[in-house]
């Protein structure tokens, strides 16, 4: 049976993460943003929860799982 994850609106975490392969994780409450830095630029994805249920499923999908 598939985790439950909670998408809901949280309360925001200033705290950076680091998640691997250079990539950054922070949390505004609503997003996830994922952040690393390419050949001296700043760049950034902003996962809002139905994009990152997306994710899940996707990661579900090629485990053959979904």
Known sequence: MPEI????????CDEKRYLGDGVYATF???????????YGMLHEIAVEPAVFLALNDFVRWLRGTS
Request: glycine fraction near 6%; charged fraction near 25%.
């Open 28 to 38: 505004d409450g609503y997003q996830i943003w994922l952040r690393t830095e390419r």
């Open 5 to 12: 994850v909670d998408v809901s609106p949280q309360p925001p």
